[in-house]
């Protein structure tokens, strides 16, 4: 028999959780829901349908955690990262200049 | 280590950059350069605070370290952070030529992948093998290893012959160090095809699963015993090893080991194996769900903590062997120890940050296209191709190393980026894998807090640091790195 | 959390006391063994929900979370302190060239690196019988050659 597809919705709060994390969450879960994103009463409105079976509410909000937590990270480490793949790309591609 | 240029004093004098890991009493902590101590709480915590006096008997050994912020020597720890990153200098140096997608063999872990015997279009021309040789000398790196696989590589052996010819006549030319590896099961093999490998200086590698019905059970071989054939031809290159000539120097031969949930509990019986055919590394190697192997997970896959487990007990069985007298290291741990114990870069493309995606290793499929990795390849093969960076008829080698995919490999794979990452004692060491993310997370950044494959390094770090504990283990690990 | 079974733990965070950025991270670094939500409370309290994936159960892993919080917050204070220094450390180190070896140049005639190269490949030879017969005696394989090790031939350096 054929699972029926759910629809589940939260709230999010965008001090926590920015809308780019969460869009960002969404294009990661695009193959498993169909997930909106928009500004709603309290905060954040997130809906999900046509949810592939096992799809979860709580996994997509990890993902969105994890991306977060890597925007915090980047405004931190964006230099150290920046010179390494600078430096990666042109020794790759044969130049010669410095990172 | 000599203290120079020392930095302003700061007060109090904590540690300049630092990476930690609490394991009861004790604490592991390492830093960029690639140093590590392990330290008790309470004398971490002095360090964190900034409080290790100078009298404290631990301070001289993290001074000297890079993990004290008034005792920085500069130009020391910077050729250190250097000679462990020394691949960020060079440009690929693996090249993984498919000559075929054609095998005789039907592999659990990646039975639907390779074609059948019979089947068309499935191998790489000649003409193709060569270009793909003149592409893998325009690499900016000095020193390049030529890598054939397949399939079978030896179904195709008027390419495989062409591109050794080509890259032998080409390195002189280039001015370039080419090192040429063949990858086979060795079913194919004749006395005449291991004469021009072992002439022409082409090192051979081959699968050895353990004993005759593991091996077997893994590596189905419709025409035959695999194992046995497997063993035929190590004994015939290790002969030829043994009775070295002058004009070509031949190389020892070696074995790869994939580890399947068949593999599980067998660890003993596997390195008995491997020491009985007179191989001295072992390489285990833990399967991926990606490409074929993804299809099959559930009868072959297994989770990190299994295949920790697994782990741990060949290493401790290894290390028994060692005691013993026996020759015998682990591949993984011999290269993560020369991070570790030398801060060098053993080459290892798969654990490096970035990855080696395209920066450090290109596979050249069949037709001609480029991959940033053997792996990509894979995913290429399942009709996705997002990790196809050009194809070496239609693009230059600078167009392909600037390619989107070879751009989004270097920026998702870089540890500075990785929340869990950037902040997880291993980073001096270790590397992600954006393909893996990509296949199992459904993003090339991946998510590490639920990230197997991260589960399984952090089970082999764990490993080694717990060894590198034991005075006993320290001595034989640090003898395995840099052999 | 609606659609959601209620979640097992709950913790909440002091704002004051750890900034919210540090309670993401804790939070996500939890992540492996839970589904985490973060809500805040007024404005100085975040409350944490972990609703346990595996075997952990719930107040362990919220005592992780509470260790993580304190051991990101030592990050965040060392990092504040050196961010510029560890900058300028890898800069330094990646913009200073490596010595390279030299290229293939050994000032011999071809004839006289044939012969060098035959002398080695003899002597390797007979070292490797020694070593074979004695193997048991060289667990670690210190009497192999420099060539065995590495395997890859190295330009010789002119004098």
Redesign the interface.
């Known amino acids: 028999m054929k699972e029926e597809k ?1 629809e ?3 709230t999010a ?1 965008p ?3 920015s809308a780019e994390a969460l869009r960002l969450a969404a ?3 695009s ?2 829901a169909e997930v909106c994103v928009k500004p709603g009463k309290g905060g954040l409105a997130v809906s999900f349908a046509s949810a592939a079976p096992g799809f ?4 997509f ?3 969105a ?2 991306q ?3 925007l ?3 405004k ?2 964006s ?3 920046g ?3 600078t ?3 042109l ?4 130049e010669k200049k ?2 | 280590m000599a203290q120079k240029n020392p930095a302003k004093r700061t007060s109090p004098a904590g540690p300049p950059q630092l990476l930690w890991r609490r394991e009861g009493a004790d604490c592991l902590v390492t830093n960029d350069f690639g140093h590590y101590a392990w330290l008790k709480c309470k004398d971490f915590n002095l360090l964190a605070a900034g409080s290790l006096g100078e009298k404290h008997p631990k301070y001289a050994e993290l001074a000297d370290k890079g993990f004290v912020r008034d005792r920085l020597d500069f130009e020391g720890l910077a050729a250190k952070w250097r000679s462990k990153n020394a691949y960020l200098g060079t440009g690929p140096g693996l090249h993984i030529l498919v000559l075929t997608l054609r095998c005789n063999h039907k592999c659990l872990y990646c039975q639907s992948a390779a074609a059948g015997v019979g089947a068309r279009n499935a191998d790489m021309s000649v003409e193709t093998a060569r270009k793909s040789v003149d592409f893998a000398l325009q690499s900016s790196n000095p020193a390049i290893t030529i890598e054939f696989q397949g399939g079978e590589p030896l179904l195709n052996w008027e390419a495989l012959k062409a591109a050794v010819l080509r890259a032998r006549a080409g390195a002189k030319k280039a001015g370039k160090q080419v090192s040429l590896a063949l990858v086979s099961n060795f079913s194919l093999m004749t006395e005449e095809k291991a004469s021009f490998l072992v002439e022409n200086e082409v090192s051979v590698c081959t699968s050895l699963d353990g004993p005759a019905d593991l091996h077997n059970r893994n590596r189905l071989f419709s025409g035959g015993n695999s194992h046995a054939a497997t063993i035929k031809w190590l004994k015939y290159f290790q002969e030829r090893y043994k009775h070295q000539v002058p004009g070509y120097r031949t190389f020892k031969p070696s074995a790869l080991l994939t580890v399947s949930r068949y593999s599980l509990g067998r660890h003993k019986e596997i390195i008995d194996e491997y020491v009985k055919h007179g191989l001295e590394d072992i390489f285990i190697r833990p399967l991926a769900p990606i490409g074929y192997a993804k299809k099959c997970w559930g009868q072959i896959g297994y989770g990190a903590a299994e295949f920790t487990k697994f782990y741990l007990a060949s290493l401790d069985y290894i290390h028994k062997l060692n005691r013993n007298g026996t020759v015998i290291r682990e591949k993984m741990a011999a290269m993560m120890l020369e991070k570790i114990v030398n801060s060098r870069d053993p080459g290892y493309v798969d654990a490096r940050c970035p990855c080696g995606a395209a920066i450090g290793q290109i596979a050249y499929n069949y037709n001609g296209d480029l991959y940033t990795c053997d792996e990509g390849r894979m995913v290429g093969w399942e009709g996705d191709d997002t990790f196809r960076i050009g194809n070496v008829r239609a693009d230059s080698y600078r167009k392909v190393m600037a390619s989107a995919a070879t751009r989004a490999c270097v920026l998702s794979s870089n540890l500075e980026s990785q929340p869990d990452c950037a902040r997880c004692v291993y980073k001096p060491y270790c590397g992600v894998c954006p393909v893996y993310n990509y296949e199992v997370q459904g993003s090339l950044w991946g998510d590490m807090a639920a990230n197997d494959r991260c589960g399984l390094f952090k089970g082999i770090f764990g490993a080694l640091f717990a060894l590198l504990k034991k005075p006993g283990g320290e001595a034989i690990l640090k003898k395995w790195a840099g052999k | 959390m609606k659609n959601q079974p209620r979640a097992n733990t709950e913790v909440a965070v002091n704002l004051k006391k750890y900034s919210l950025e540090t309670v993401r991270y804790a939070a996500h670094a939890a992540s492996a063994a839970a589904r985490v939500f973060i809500k805040l409370k007024g404005p100085a309290t975040a409350v944490v929900e972990f609703s346990p994936t595996g075997k952990l159960p719930g107040p362990k892993i919220a005592a992780a979370f509470r260790a993580e919080l304190d051991d990101e917050t030592l990050r965040a204070k060392i990092w504040a302190a050196n961010s510029e220094l560890r900058d300028f450390m890898i800069l330094k180190a990646l913009s200073t060239e490596p010595a390279r070896a030299q290229q293939d140049d050994s000032g011999l005639t071809p004839e006289q690196e044939k012969e060098l190269d035959d002398l080695i490949a003899q002597v390797e030879s007979e070292i490797k019988q020694e070593a074979a017969a004695g193997a048991s005696a060289d667990p670690l394989g210190i009497t192999k050659t420099w060539e065995d090790k590495y395997g890859a031939k190295k330009p010789r350096k002119k004098n």
């Open positions: 759910k589940f919705s939260l709060d001090r926590v959780y294009f990661v879960f193959d498993r979860h509410p709580g996994d909000m990890n993902e955690l994890n977060q937590c890597r915090d990270l980047a931190k480490n230099k150290a990262a010179m390494i793949a430096k990666a790309l020794s790759a591609a044969g410095k990172a």
